[in-house]
């Protein structure tokens, strides 16, 4: 069974037990791709906070299984940040714990005129008052929940929810977040504090023999698998240093550079000594257990990645790896993206060495100033001084800022940009003005160019196949970190839903997704002069890989665009045209 949706109004306070239909099931598969489906057809409103954006909790057909890092859990909605599709996605357990509170999509409409919380169980839905919860931080939150409701999972905003912060997180186990694009925000605007899900049902799979036994073959291949060592030592952070010294793509000194002088200071090595790393995994991870909990000066935490410690270190330029554990932490704390929150204050770094912010601001928000990034996050949270303007993330905050500070807001179509500099993987900057946003959760082209085996011909059909197969997974969902392809998981999925796919359908299906929520996203007012990168990326020579030494032509660019449109179908404005819809079993918009 992985058809059990749960319709919930909190405006009426109502429920209402679903199904997905199986067609839905089949064209669509599970997590990021059904909870896109349902949003297109749910999704009525004029502005992500209006009380008709949906926000969909979506696990997929193997979460809760036995299959290695298949814990995961998905929130897709109309992102506050970029006003589009969003699935942003989180591991721990509150996935397989919907799953057993006998959900297996939760779609939440409507606004409470008072805080709420949800309490979801086999039985129904309550209705908890959130009035005593309401101005409390993430850890605060979630403590208090799990303690009134034992044995349940809890996700859950922070103040920079509340307070409409459109690159809010939704966190879950403390330090995990739903985190990009603003998930966060939503809730808030909808007056929900938390999701409580509590339940023991078992979780029904087609074949549970056949699951299991796959799920076993691939647990042993994976502690023979070549990449998990390194990738369980090191986690994420490894690539601080491939970044630096080998790919030079480290963002720095908010994407001037691709390199940072003082990064032995936060590279993987730094931060195990400095915060005395022990390895965790998700839920269902065993084996590669790519986390790290940190302790340090009284604190514990999960984390810094290589993401946070990339934007809120070295793109800040901050050298120590407590001052960025510590960022993290608050960024945590309050509920806040760390990537945007990174990119934010990095953008004001900038416009303060221009002299673009108030006179104090100006002086006090330094590249270096941990004292700055600290007190930043809290402002962005609280909305407080130029906080409120960075709240809004950086296109809204270019704007207000004026001054040409729209060439170093690092943004695409209101996401700010994740994983490299473009200035030294011209593929990842193709892949983030082709997504459906711009993250590097769609697709990692860059350690391919690291090591020189793309070549700029082949590079628009890496990126329409890549970003397929990683649509693909995240309807599963598994980990992007399963060193493994889509022949060996299509074998679990079908144990899992006995719709008996091949990797072509699969692959397909990964297909219509992107149509899909490219026909969402123009409905919503993306256009086609979003589809590229801020203008630093153009006008300053690259580091390294395809663009070595040279500037980004902007025709090249354009003209690898429309080659990224042509191969899925679609016109020059990016619109799929009509027979690419009904090749695809689409709905024309
Ligand atoms: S590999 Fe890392 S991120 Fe992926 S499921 Fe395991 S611990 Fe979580």
């Given at each position: 069974m992985f058809n059990r949706l749960l319709r919930v109004d909190l405006s009426d306070q109502e429920f209402k037990k679903d199904r997905v239909e199986e067609e839905i099931l089949r064209k669509f598969i599970g997590g990021k791709g059904v909870g896109l489906r349902l949003l297109v057809e749910e999704d009525t409103s004029n502005d992500p906070y209006d009380p008709s954006n949906p926000l969909i909790f979506v696990t997929g057909?193997?979460?809760?299984?036995?299959?290695?890092?298949?814990?995961r859990s998905a929130i897709v909605t109309r992102s506050a940040l970029t006003k589009t599709f969003l699935d942003s996605h989180a591991g721990g357990h509150f996935g397989p714990a919907m799953r057993r509170a006998g959900w297996d999509y939760l779609l939440i409409k409507g606004a409470s005129q008072e805080p709420v919380y949800l309490l979801v169980t086999p039985k129904g839905t309550e209705f908890g008052d959130a009035g005593d919860l309401w101005g409390l931080d993430v850890f605060e939150t979630e403590k208090i929940l799990r303690k009134r409701h034992g044995g349940s999972r809890v996700a859950c905003i922070g103040q920079a929810g509340e307070n409409l912060v459109r690159f809010a997180a939704v966190g879950t186990e403390l330090f995990r977040h739903y985190g990009r694009g603003g998930a966060g925000a939503v809730m808030g605007s909808k007056r929900l504090k938390a999701v409580v899900v509590e339940g023991d049902e078992a979780i029904g799979f087609h074949d549970s023999d056949g699951l299991r036994e796959q799920a076993v073959g691939l647990t042993r291949d994976l502690k023979g698998h070549p990449d998990v060592e390194r990738r369980h030592e090191l986690g994420t952070m490894m690539w601080i240093r491939m970044g630096q010294e080998t790919g030079r793509f480290l963002p720095t000194r908010n994407f001037q550079k691709g390199s940072f002088e003082q990064y032995e200071g936060i590279t993987a090595e730094a931060m195990k000594r400095e915060l005395n790393w022990t390895s965790k995994g998700c839920y269902g991870c065993g084996v590669i257990m790519c986390s790290k909990v940190s302790r340090w000066d009284g604190r514990e935490m999960e984390g810094p990645e290589y993401e946070t410690t990339a934007f809120l270190g070295s793109g800040c330029e901050l050298k120590d790896a407590r001052e960025i554990a510590e960022a993290n932490w608050l960024c945590d704390k309050y509920g806040l993206d760390t990537i945007s929150t990174g990119v934010s204050i990095s953008f004001a770094m900038e416009a303060a060495e221009k002299g673009l912010l108030g006179l104090e601001d100006n002086r006090r928000i330094r590249f270096g100033s941990a004292e700055a990034v600290h007190s930043l996050i809290r402002e962005i949270a609280f909305k407080e001084g130029i906080g409120d303007t960075l709240a809004e993330g950086t296109r809204i905050a270019s704007r207000r800022i004026g001054g040409g500070s729209d060439y170093f807001a690092i943004q695409t179509a209101g996401m700010e940009l994740s994983g490299v500099n473009p200035l030294g993987s011209y593929s990842m900057g193709l892949a983030l003005a082709t997504g459906d946003f711009a993250s590097h959760t769609r697709l990692w082209t860059a350690t391919a160019e690291m090591n020189g085996e793309l070549s700029l011909e082949e590079l628009p059909r890496v990126i329409v196949e890549g970003q397929n197969e990683i649509n693909a997974r995240n309807c599963f969902i598994v980990c992007d970190f399963l060193p493994y392809g889509l022949d060996r998981l299509v074998l679990l999925l079908n144990a899992a839903t006995g719709f008996e796919y091949t990797p072509d359908e699969i692959m397909e299906a990964g297909a219509r997704m992107q149509s899909l929520s490219r026909m969402y996203n123009l409905r919503k007012g993306r256009t086609h002069e979003d589809d590229t990168l801020p203008l630093r990326f153009f006008e300053e020579e690259s580091f390294a890989g395809l663009m070595e030494g040279k500037k980004i032509p902007r025709d090249l660019f354009e003209k690898q665009v429309q080659e990224v449109f042509s191969l899925r179908g679609w016109?020059?404005?990016g619109m799929p045209r009509p027979q690419t819809i009904n090749e695809l079993g689409l709905e024309p918009p």
């Open positions: 057909p193997l979460t809760g299984s036995t299959v290695q890092t298949s814990g016109d020059e404005e």
